[in-house]
């Protein structure tokens, strides 16, 4: 195979150039404050000086790549975040997520902008926010009530919209998504390993010729599911019956972008009309959890929805940023403000059925603020110090909104 010629053989193909007995010609100085001035400035203060002070030129060059190719610094000195170290005295302290933790993530494959998050730390860690704490004390309360009584909406959250395929169930007088249905229940059982294995089918489960026995570990129920194309949503309603009444552990469910709940989805029937979300089977059965008409013995419900979806769902927008009418007493809109909605009552029912708002504020308090700096010092890229007027500068500049906080410490482009 033919390469490109080595520099030393090319090198030997250039004649020699010709001398000249002329004397050349005297070059004029360069102008002030040009470019050639520049160089010729920057020249003389590495070769015009002692050897000395160009060796500490030289040095400073030297610890400047250092600088950039050094090793990012080691995480392991933050605490874990676990759950008995949420609460408020520690409130703009960075934790990094224990193990166990970052593997059950894993299996519930994270929205890209967190994946790539964590991908610029070594050890992917969080800072513990106010809200963080409130919501952390609700969870400890669900533990020992009802679903019914713990259903919160959360935002600001964003992550991606899943089209997979769907056939009409005559059984269920429901459209199902089995491939769906199938790739839940694998994550929920990855992600839950020891839960599942310590929970028991409370009585035998039959899948056309697939059988459960009664005792046997939750895991085998949900394992089931990839025999037969035809079974997945059957063995996902069956694991959600079994989690539901159990009262071992309590569960979390929990969703975000759940605008698409609540909005005609691209989905059609055979006649070509675009089905609603309670047409199809994991929409329905969310929306059920959400309204209480299903629930877990103990256990919360959250879901999360993404700003930038509100307009297309009328029902949680209006829920989420109720109108004040000076006319009325009830600040939401009557069913005439949204007639071009049909559906609207049917979704306002199951958001006004005892669901709470949990507002997660896009500002940072100061406190938080500098638990991103504690953070961000040790994201790759990034070594600049932060003092307290930049500190400030940045903080304000970004109007505490934690997002752009954050981008603007980090100075990292694919953040």
């Known amino acids: 195979m033919s390469g490109r010629p080595a520099v030393a053989s090319m090198l030997r193909t250039v004649p020699q150039a010709r001398t000249f007995s002329s004397t050349s010609a005297t070059l004029a100085p360069p102008l002030p404050g040009s470019k050639g001035a520049m160089y010729a400035r920057n020249k003389r203060a590495i070769f015009g000086k002692g050897d000395e002070e160009a ?8 610890s400047g790549l250092q600088e950039v190719m050094m090793r990012p610094p080691d995480l392991n000195h933050l605490d874990a975040l676990d759950p008995d170290a949420v609460e408020p005295r520690a409130v703009g302290q960075p934790k990094a997520y224990p193990e166990p933790v970052i593997k059950a993530l894993k299996a519930y494959q994270l929205p890209r902008p967190i994946e790539r998050f964590h991908r610029l730390t070594p050890r992917p860690a969080a800072v513990v926010r106010d809200a963080t704490v409130q919501i952390a004390q609700a969870l400890d309360e669900a533990s020992k009530a009802s679903s019914r009584e713990m259903r919160y909406l959360l935002g600001d959250y964003s992550s991606r919209r899943l089209f997979r395929p769907y056939s009409y169930s005559s059984n269920l007088a429901l459209f199902e998504q089995p491939t769906l249905a199938l790739d ?8 839950n390993a020891e839960a599942f294995k310590s929970l028991k089918t409370s009585k035998e489960w039959a899948f056309g010729d697939v059988k459960v026995p009664q005792g046997k570990p939750l895991a085998d129920l949900a394992r089931v599911a990839g025999r037969d194309e035809k ?11 079994e989690l539901s009444a159990q009262q071992q552990k309590p569960v979390l469910l929990a969703a975000d972008e759940c605008e698409g709940l609540f909005v005609r989805t691209k989905y059609v029937d055979p006649s070509y009309r675009k089905l609603e979300p309670y047409h199809l089977v994991i929409p329905r059965m969310l929306l059920d959890y959400m309204a209480g008409l299903r629930k877990f013995a103990s256990g919360a419900v959250v879901f999360a929805y993404s700003s930038a979806g509100l307009a297309l769902a009328p029902a949680l927008q209006d829920f989420v940023k109720p109108r004040v009418d000076s006319t009325r007493l ?12 049909p559906n609207y009552p049917i979704y306002q029912e199951v958001l006004r059925s ?10 940072l308090s100061k406190e ?4 991103i700096v ?9 070594r600049k110090a932060v003092d307290d007027k930049a500190f400030l500068e940045h903080y304000l500049t970004a109007d505490a909104n934690a997002g752009l906080f954050f981008r603007a410490l980090s100075q990292n482009p694919i953040i």
């Open 368 to 371: 938080e603020a500098a638990g």
């Open 354 to 363: 005892g669901v709470h708002r949990f507002d997660v504020p896009t500002r």
């Open 231 to 241: 079974i997945p949503t059957l063995v996902l309603e069956a694991v959600m019956e």
């Open 330 to 341: 009830d600040p939401y809109p009557s069913i005439y403000d949204r007639a071009g909605s």
């Open 374 to 382: 504690e953070l961000v010092r040790a994201f790759r890229g990034n």
């Open 184 to 191: 839940l229940l694998n994550r929920w059982s990855s992600g």
């Open 55 to 62: 060796e500490g030129t030289r040095a400073a060059a030297r």
